[in-house]
């Protein structure tokens, strides 16, 4: 097997080979690495690259490996992590200079958790500022650029895991969503995205009130590997008051089942946004497919108004929550489009805060209405094409004026209500840019939601394309 098959072997098949010793995790690290040396200058995916630390690891997991003692789900697998997530000993910065060198004491849950699996940390990957857009660049490390086209972001927040996935740099990736950021960087770099549902998998610190609506997961380029990821990373930790009790589940076994008899719904635009018509088209294709799954497809949707509004406010002030008191000092030193956000989440009272928060019931009512009809619904995952490298949002789309959410009108609805999400690769636009597929489900329903994004990669698999990176 050659270094590019081996970078893109999927994490299953990679566990496979290292336990039955046809492939070492030093020969995985070592060739993942070349490949990052020789792309990452380019794409900008890793923003802190722990090499040392890695092969000192795939030393450690190699000898495990020879001894025959037991071997955790994810031994020798690479893994990055967003730098919104703490990182025990290894810089973590939110993509800020506020935190350019700071070096935390602790790992987040999710890095414990996937650390006790056994993989093997190679890094931390790009974000936009506290992770406060959908595209990724920032004023400590610059843009990321998307894989398939060096002119596009690759989306964001978790934008540079995202790319580092996409361009073999690693099987499997660590992000966050708090209204889109896993589910918008997926779709535009052509992998699999998951947002569990709320809780699911534990996070902390979430700063701000944020923790209402981040969510972490698994980004990986199968379904299978994100089911795999799963059953590591979920469970309850003690440092997060939110997160979910175990649930037992085995996600790898579960993503086997299909979904042949289950009742789909498909939106094209919730009944009021805006869409690219090409991205339509292909989004609208890709639901029909579905139907190859053996599920029966409608036509329908929830029925609700637009949420901008309530989710700006939540979002916004969470960030002013977290980063008012530094706005005098830091001004200079903040993104600008990050000054404009905490500027506006400063205008609203509590009041208006909590009003804006309990119109999630609303929403959440209209989606259990919703799905004692439906077991899933499916929409496109972004309204357009991934955005040209320093835009930061669509003005326009489909000869239609939109705000700065208007991009990510389908995802950041399913943050207010905390329900499981994912997204799908469904085809590409004539500039050959990735297309995504949403798939949502009812409340602690991730097991489902894996079960059809895997029926929908068996009938129409994405993981053998590949980025023209060489």
Not at 152 to 163: D, E, I, L, V
Not at 166 to 175: D, E, I, K, Q, R
Not at 425 to 453: H, K, N, W, Y
Request: charged share 20%.
């Amino acid at each position: 097997m050659d270094a590019a098959e081996v970078c893109y072997l999927p994490a299953v098949e990679m566990a496979a080979a290292i336990r039955s010793k046809k492939l070492s995790p030093v020969e995985v690290i070592d060739a993942v690495l070349a490949r990052l040396d020789r792309l990452n200058p380019t794409l900008n995916a890793y923003c802190t690259v722990t090499g040392e630390a890695a092969r000192a690891s795939a030393r450690e997991a190699e000898a495990a490996v020879m001894r025959g003692g037991p071997l955790g789900m994810l031994h020798g697998i690479p893994v990055s992590i967003k730098d919104l997530v703490m990182t025990k000993g290894v810089r973590t910065t939110w993509g800020s200079k506020l935190y350019e060198h700071f070096v935390p004491e602790e790992d987040a849950p999710v890095v414990e958790r996937l650390r006790q699996a056994g993989a093997i940390v190679l890094g931390k990957t790009n974000t936009p500022e506290f992770g406060f857009k959908g595209v990724t660049d920032n004023p400590v490390f610059g843009p990321s650029r998307n894989p398939w086209s060096l002119a596009h972001t690759p989306g964001g927040s978790s934008g540079g895991g995202a790319a580092a996935v996409a361009a073999g740099l690693g099987p499997l990736a660590v992000g966050t969503d708090g209204g889109g950021s896993i589910r918008i960087p997926c779709s535009c770099c052509g992998i699999f995205g998951l947002k569990p549902t709320l809780g699911r998998v534990a996070a902390a610190p979430v700063y701000g009130g944020l923790e209402t609506l981040s969510h972490t997961g698994p980004m990986t380029r199968t379904v299978r590997d994100a089911a795999l990821m799963m059953n590591a990373i979920a469970g309850p930790d003690p440092r997060d008051l939110g997160s979910l009790p175990a649930d037992g589940m085995d996600y790898l076994a579960e993503a086997g089942r299909g979904v042949a008899g289950l009742r789909v719904a498909w939106t094209p635009d919730w009944g009021y946004a805006p869409v690219d018509p090409e991205t339509r088209r292909i989004a609208d294709a890709g639901a029909r497919r579905f139907a190859d799954t053996g599920c029966r497809v409608d036509e329908a949707g929830p029925g609700f108004p637009s949420p901008e509004e309530p989710f700006n406010i939540v979002f916004a002030g969470s960030m002013a929550a977290r980063l008012g008191d530094k706005l005098a000092e830091w001004r200079d030193r903040f993104d600008p489009g990050l000054v404009e956000v905490l500027e506006y989440g400063k205008r609203f009272s509590a009041v208006d805060f909590v009003n804006a928060a309990n119109w999630r019931r609303t929403l959440g009512e209209a989606f259990r209405r919703f799905f004692a009809r439906y077991d899933l619904l499916l929409t496109p995952t972004l309204a357009a094409p991934p955005l040209p490298v320093g835009i930061n949002h669509y003005q326009e789309i489909g000869g239609r004026k939109v705000g700065h959410s208007g991009w990510f009108a389908f995802t950041y609805p399913i943050n207010m209500t905390g329900f499981p999400a994912a997204t799908v690769p469904c085809g590409f636009t004539s500039e050959g840019l990735p297309v995504g597929l949403q798939i949502i489900g009812p409340r602690l329903a991730d097991a489902l939601v894996l079960r059809a994004a895997a029926a929908f990669e068996a009938v129409a698999p994405w993981a053998g394309k590949r980025p023209p990176l060489g």
